[in-house]
């Protein structure tokens, strides 16, 4: 894919169709976004059709496309209805509809791109009770269209976890492809001594051990969890705490943090838009979350060469394996996680093995490179129709 057979680049127009888009980013849209423009730089002029009322594209090779609402209680059927309409009258000029998570706006493009003949793929983005398929079925309308969607497109999963989800809803094997998400272009300088204690230097934190959290404070990311761990980790060795986010649980743990034993020792810093500075200065990362679809902190640290102490989420027991380049506890057990978390700031020299290991394993699995590459491949097999998914 992608030539003539006069030797010149094809062009494939890709509809990437997407809830929300920066300036609004989480990972969904982080990934979105990287994915559009690196695909544009193969293809040709990609087209992203979102909901984002105030949505801006920095790549001139990324049309944008606004329809329906960003906000509003009816938002997700009105969404539906724009984009089945545009994808429907429209959807010939695309070669391929690319879809992430499966809001009302995914949805009518993918009907809309099937009653066309184009092909379909939707990246699932969250799993479990509160995940993509479970909002949809959870909808009137979602319970009614869910059996037209699951065979109307390809569906790609970050990790191999969520596959046995789908099965589970009707999905046939065949239209389940997993491709991880993708790590940021460039990769991460490996960490040394001196790159620490520069990076602490700058964010103004102390010159030790540092033990980091990042990502959303809510109850299924695990501070709870982490909160506990601490209460055993600061009596038992010299680290600082980071925590790196902001969310409904953020004022239950800046509450925390000023009567947490050694209270000095933490610091909760909100969220930032860059975390590799964090990244940089850490020794340690904690994921001690209920679920994740993938975990996009997870691949970032590993790349950046740090210990991961997990629980067995996301892409932990796939490409992060206990003992090799990381350490898996048992989920919502803090003396497990806080002995581990102990073990590698006592003997620093096993978390700079763990976090070798980590970052060669993760830079193989998650570069943006190879991963374009398997969306590339995924769309010829759907525009050749090799991966349609077998009727119900």
Request: proline share 7%; hydrophobic share 45%.
């Amino acid at each position: 894919m992608g030539t003539s057979n006069a030797g010149e680049r094809r062009t494939v127009s890709v509809a990437f169709v997407i809830d929300k888009y920066p300036p609004f980013i989480g990972g969904s849209e982080y990934q979105a976004r990287l994915l559009a423009r690196l695909i544009a730089t193969r293809l040709g002029p990609s087209h992203v059709f979102t909901a984002q009322s105030d949505a801006c594209s920095d790549a001139p090779a990324l049309i944008l496309h606004r329809l329906g609402a960003s906000r509003g209680r009816p938002r997700h059927p009105l969404n539906f209805a724009a984009a089945f309409a545009e994808l429907l009258t429209r959807g010939g000029r695309y070669a391929i509809v690319h879809g992430y998570a499966l809001s009302g706006l995914t949805c009518g493009a993918v009907l809309g791109a099937a009653l066309r003949g184009r092909p379909a793929l939707v990246k699932i983005c969250a799993a479990g009770p509160e995940g993509d398929v479970a909002k949809v079925r959870r909808h009137a309308l979602g319970r009614w269209l869910w059996p037209m969607i699951r065979r109307s497109c390809a569906f790609v999963v970050p990790s191999p976890g969520v596959v046995s989800e789908l099965l589970t809803h009707g999905v046939p094997p065949r239209a389940i492809t997993v491709i991880p998400n993708a790590l940021r272009l460039g990769a991460p300088e490996p960490p040394t001594p001196a790159s620490k204690a520069s990076a602490r230097a700058a964010l103004e934190l102390p010159d030790r051990a540092t033990v980091l959290f990042v990502g959303r404070l809510s109850p299924e990311k695990g501070p709870d969890l982490l909160m506990r761990a601490w209460e055993l980790i600061a009596p038992a060795c010299d680290a600082t705490l980071v925590v790196v986010g902001a969310g409904p649980d953020g004022s239950r743990l800046a509450h925390w943090a000023r009567r947490s034993v050694a209270a000095d020792r933490i610091h909760v810093v909100g969220a930032r838009p860059d975390v590799d500075p964090f990244y940089r200065a850490a020794d340690v990362l904690v994921v001690p979350s209920q679920t994740e679809t993938f975990s996009n902190v997870m691949a970032e640290a590993m790349a950046h060469g740090l210990a991961v102490v997990t629980t067995p989420v996301g892409l932990a027991g796939h490409w992060l394996h206990d003992g090799r380049n990381g350490v898996v506890v048992r989920a919502d057990d803090e003396r497990e996680m806080a002995a581990a978390v102990v073990r590698l700031v006592r003997h620093p020299a096993a978390g700079e093995g763990l976090g070798r290991a980590a970052r060669e394993d993760a830079l193989a699995a998650f570069s943006a490179s190879a991963i374009v590459e398997r969306y590339l491949e995924l769309y010829g097999r759907l525009m050749a129709g090799a991966s349609r998914p077998e009727a119900a």
